[in-house]
């Protein structure tokens, strides 16, 4: 037997300079077969120190003569041997390093399971777990069981396995004689003891496996008198879409002596390096401070990886550079060709979460412009001001509380969950591309016109619908019916968009709505087309006409949803255009000026022509949906016909809205930058 418990200075390749605090090693060669472990030695123990839970000496199988640890199980809740491996004399460590090494022998058709523990005493934190099948395939998680890592681990034959773990900048590592199978940080930072314990998941519940030569080894917070640590790097958004856009943040800590005055750092992604020193910094020791990337993150297949590093401290080379640099994945979603994603908002004005749905129907507008479609449906409570009950009928299914988004008709949600599973709908191929082929809406008879048309992907057969909704954006009232009721007031509930800083109700005089769903047409579930087959290439179109629009409805920000079905209720596939807004003489129009855009949508640039009967004053202006000014021009006095060029290659993809003011009268019309 060789083991130790003891404080001493080490010197370590990977640990070089640090104060060892603790250390054990074990070969188990100087037991007898058939000893039991926590009854032969004082360190090692069982799980509550239960003599029930001791495990064996075996001969049958070492890595080093002649002895290892057997751990064995038939029990479906495995056990009863539950042995407990400490790394520490007194509690759980929370900086520092520690280096965990033993060699591991999987039995051929068995499982192997153990922990490592968090919290002082056992059963307070599962900081990481490992299992293993009796295919050989294995999982790690950290402490929140998510998969850090999967792969295959030899089996009926000795693994080295290695965890090195820096819990100061805390970075988790595990290898397999010497290969590297896990890196992460962990949810809870902080490390206790290792708990091995045979449990099978799958039946017949066989696990059988062997430890030997175990070798831990704890160090002290490094005491170099300069040294920083990265100790996470978080990304706002890790799934994208190519092309779109997130920003990152680190975040360093002081673990050396000194204050740091200046640091040299250096941000690598979008496939170029950014290199920045920050001074006057003032980092005292154990203090931290987040850095923030100089520039946007674009999601692109060629560059998924965002790392950062710190390159120098005050001046000079960071003494420990082992915990200077970490990484982070993007995710790059391809969106299936031609789909798009409808997610409808179930939501009231009495609903005091609902402001929660509401930002984050406005983030993925702004986001995913060319790909989300949302619709807010309002209702669930008399005297809501702008409820469409036909519409909220039609959704019922999936809402069981206010907020709820259903997406595509096929699962109700949290509008926390909203990019997820907008990320996991816009792969999914269609049966069908949709085109709202005709949106026109009639100023002098209040009628809207419409037309969707599907062409088939593939070959259908059953039930097909095509369906209408219409939309308003920017919705106002001038009651306090639209007061917002605002769970989110004074911020004890986290930030929310900017609710947090606004009162309960919000007062109906600074709401704007978006999203509104004003009516559907025909039937909320779509209506039925003659055929009930389609091959591949085939087109079918339905016409949609509703009457009578009400005059408090605006048609300068309407919006129209088409839909299809394919034999069930979900939604198949969807698009969306806004309306052309048409006189009698079937031109876009007021009795005094006429105004065309073109192109719309557009890129970088287009061209608003407008024609004034007459001179009079010309005002351009370029809004967001909610309002805010982006660009503004003003003319001055115009004469007939006038081109003005449009340039605003800075504006992001999205709706806005374009505000032409001449002489005394205002026109409103929406513009898409693509």
Sequence with gaps: MIRRLLIYVFTLLAYSGLAQEFSLSENFDSYKDGDRIAQVQDVIRTWGNAA???????SEVSHSPSNALKLATTAQNGGPSDIIIPFSSAGKHTEGKLRVEFWMYIAPDNEAYYNFQGGDAEGDIWATQFFSKKDGSFTIEDSERNVKAQGTVPMGQWVKTTWKINLTSNFWRCYFDDQLVAEFGNVKNAVSMADFYPVAQEAPYNSLFYIDDLNVAYYLPDS???????YDIALARSGLLEGGKTTASATIKNVGLNAITS???KWSYNGQSYNKT????NLGSGASMEI?????????KDYKEVSFEIVSVNGHMDADETDNKKTAQLTIVVPAPYKKVLVEEATGTWCGWCPRGAVYMDLMTELYPDYFVGVAVHGGRAGEPMANEEHLSGIRDYVDGFPKIVTMRSSGNDPLEIEGLFSQRIQEAPTAKVTVTKAQFNEDTRTMSVTVSAEFLDN????????AIMVEDSVTGDNPAYSQVNYYAGGSRGKMGGYENLPNPVPYSQMVYNHVSRSVFGNVKGVSA??????KGDIITQDFELTDVPEEWDENHFRIVGFITVKSSKIDNVDQAYPELITASNDVRTEETSVKIAPNPFDDHTFITVGVKGTKEVQIRVSSITGQTLLQRDYGKVTGKSVFPLVAPELEKGVYLLNIRVGEEKIVKKIVKK
Aim: charged share 25%.
């Design 530 to 535: 003659k055929a009930r087959k389609a091959i």
């Design 460 to 467: 259908v057969r059953g039930t097909i619908k095509l369906g």
């Design 263 to 265: 640091i040299e750092t």
């Design 278 to 281: 920050l001074d006057g910094v």
């Design 224 to 230: 170099t008198i300069d040294n920083a640590a990265v």
């Design 52 to 58: 029930a839970a001791d495990a064996p000496i075996s």
């Design 292 to 300: 923030n990337a100089p520039e946007e993150i674009v999601a692109s």
